[in-house]
């Protein structure tokens, strides 16, 4: 209920453009978020628990660009990190921790 929770108040801040869910659990967000009004378009879940985490920084690679804002949330069981390094790798990393362009959030 909580994943739920914090879908549907992401999408009631009207400030996202995109919302992916990385593993099974993420599911719930995405339904969340759809509830309260996000486009299910741009809603994508990727709930592979193996090699989820590589398929979504593809996914967000198509479209991400320096200057956008990336908030990658997750817990560490999920890799996520590796969206982070993709991104660190692509814009250069900046001595914030951030990539170049694109805040990163651990």
């Given amino acids: ?8 108040q992401a999408a009631q ?3 996202l453009d995109w919302i ?5 659990a993420a599911k719930a ?3 969340g978020a759809v509830a309260a009004g996000h486009p299910a378009a741009q809603a994508k879940l ?3 628990e193996e090699g989820a985490a590589e398929e979504a920084a593809d996914f ?11 908030l990658v949330k997750g817990s560490r069981g999920m890799h996520l990190e590796k969206i ?13 921790g951030s990539a170049e362009g694109v805040p990163v959030t651990r």
């Fill in 60 to 70: 967000l690679a198509g479209f991400v660009r320096a200057g956008d804002l990336l």
């Fill in 46 to 48: 990727f709930p592979s």
């Fill in 20 to 24: 992916l869910g990385v593993g099974a």
């Fill in 1 to 8: 209920e909580l994943h739920r929770q914090v879908g549907f």
């Fill in 84 to 96: 982070a390094q993709m991104f660190e790798m692509r814009f250069g990393a900046a001595n914030s």
């Fill in 13 to 15: 801040s009207g400030k």
């Fill in 29 to 31: 967000i995405i339904e």
